[in-house]
């Protein structure tokens, strides 16, 4: 080996420390911090004392609202939306092309601009006001760019030959897409629904001003809830002695997104380009 | 009779469902679009100059962003000054040096690229800020949010690089090998080159994601709006401010607010459109 391959071998280890140690020190410093909170009572209580004390009981229930709502709406746009492109849009066509770039676009649109869109549309005009509601339906179009765009991969994965027989068949188009098209994508959407899934838990600025903050367990959609990971900004911004609380609701939401991604891997290896 | 008439009912049923759809999502950025300028308009139309200048003192009616969007700017650059190499040294290395350690290390990444911006926060709160402290008070400063950012960025700037590498054709490195290049040299002069166009489109894309980033900064930035002058100053950039003031603006603050969200998804079309022409095509990104 000659001394610049040496070299190049040598720092590109250091490299791989330089990303893996602050990684670690991550890991550990939210373990120091919270692991000494994280008990069955902590996932089982409601918090106390703007958060100071309990647990976080509320939340998860929060969070799962707001959950339900951005996938009832999410999932079926961003499937519908995927069907138009693999089915009813020629690749390579210019509508193909002006829809390719909005999807890109919306992926693009920083979240907190996803926020403040929601704010004044659903929590003002539509009269939502900070509720679950206002938040789930501003998260639901902050995934759909991702929701479409793996569940457009999973349909354009089945063979052509399929079509083909269907054709041969003379079967409709419905029966096609319901009976052939959407079972044979279905572990690809399923991909698709978990990595919106993901990106929709660790999503914090769009549910600021959407969602809004109220630490009570929500009565009805109307209410204002609070999700893990704004429990987590408010606790170790606002409010002092949060420190350890915010750690371990980080931890917790950590351990549920590598959950997340393990499932992901072990129901279908992500096709390259699932993660964007 | 009835079977092809009810078939026909759902086919057409089906594909005006399916263009509905396919609208929505173009009624959506429009919608993103419309809100923003409706709410700004009238007030960038008589005010618009006054949102350059350097003096945010919405008690005073006073809104010039300049400080704030001077500081969006330097906290990312230097962000993807920091992760940018990093992340292209390190997929060259594992794709061409130490191909046994790639998958487990971009399976780390992928886990990485999955944590919540408001994890990273903590950290750079819990770990990064009370160090620089140690070194120059406050600690919550421009260095600050720049690390926690460039962090953030490092793992899908990374996957992009790993993946434009991975489309070159296999031939160059037969090439090379057949003419006994160094690694290093096959790499400085054949493989980075070929692969740059799509390398550093994939790191405008997160450019604009740092820029574009609220959560992560907001904790470790110190959000004290002032002109960033050093790398230990705590400073604010648009994206933290409206997450900070939105909470209780009203009138020309809150507009003034939903302006500076148009400048951002203003400067995120533009370098979108610019990673767009990078790669030469029109479409095929996330």
Known sequence: ?276 | MITISSRFHADSLLTWLLRLTGAAAVLVLGGIIAVLLIQSAPFMLEHGSALWRNDWQPGQARYGMAAMIAGSIVVSVLALVIAGPVAVLLAAWLRYFAPSVRRPVLTLVELMAGIPSVVYGLWGMLVLVPWINRLAPPGASWLAASLVLALMILPLALLVTDTALGQLPARYLQAGQALSLSRVGMLRRVLLPQAGPAIVSGLVLQFGRALGETMAVLMVAGNVVRWPTSLFDPVRTLTANIAVEMAYATGDHRVALFASGLLLLLVTAVLLALSWRLRGERHEMA
């Not at chain 1, 089915?87 to 092309?97: D, F, L, N, S, Y």
């Not at chain 1, 999807?103 to 006001?129: C, E, K, N, R």
């Not at chain 1, 629904?193 to 929500?218: K, N, W």
């Open chain 1, 1 to 276: 080996m000659r001394w610049p391959d040496r070299l190049a071998g040598v720092i590109g280890a250091l490299l791989l420390l330089a990303v893996l140690v602050p990684m670690g020190l991550m890991l550990w410093s939210l373990l120091e911090q919270g692991a000494g909170v994280i008990s069955v009572d902590f996932l089982l209580d409601d918090p106390r004392q703007a958060g100071r004390a309990g647990g976080i009981a509320a939340l998860l229930v929060s969070t799962g609202w707001i959950l339900a709502v951005c996938l009832l709406v999410a999932a079926p746009m961003g499937l519908g939306c995927a069907l138009y492109l693999s089915e009813q849009v020629p690749a390579g066509t210019r509508r193909a092309q002006w829809l390719g770039g909005t999807l890109d676009m919306l992926a693009a649109v920083p979240s907190i601009v996803y926020g403040l869109f929601g704010y004044q549309f659903f929590a003002i005009s539509l009269g939502l006001g900070f509720s679950i509601l206002s938040g789930g339906l501003a998260l639901a179009l902050m995934v759909l760019p991702l929701m479409i765009r793996s569940a457009e991969q999973a349909l354009r994965a089945v063979p052509f030959s399929y079509r083909q027989a269907g054709e041969a068949l003379s079967i409709s188009r419905w029966g096609w897409v319901r009976r052939i098209l959407i079972p044979q994508a279905a572990p690809g959407i399923a991909v698709g629904i978990i990595l919106s899934i993901g990106r929709a838990l660790a999503e914090t600025a769009v549910l600021l001003f959407t969602a809004g903050y109220v630490l009570r367990r929500p009565d009805s959609l109307l209410d204002s809830g609070r999700a893990l990971s704004v429990h987590i900004y408010d606790l170790a911004m606002n409010v002092p002695g949060g420190m350890p609380r915010a750690a371990a609701t980080g931890l917790v939401l950590v351990a549920i997104l590598v959950i997340l991604n393990l499932l992901v891997r072990r129901w279908l290896h992500p096709a390259q380009g699932a993660w964007q």
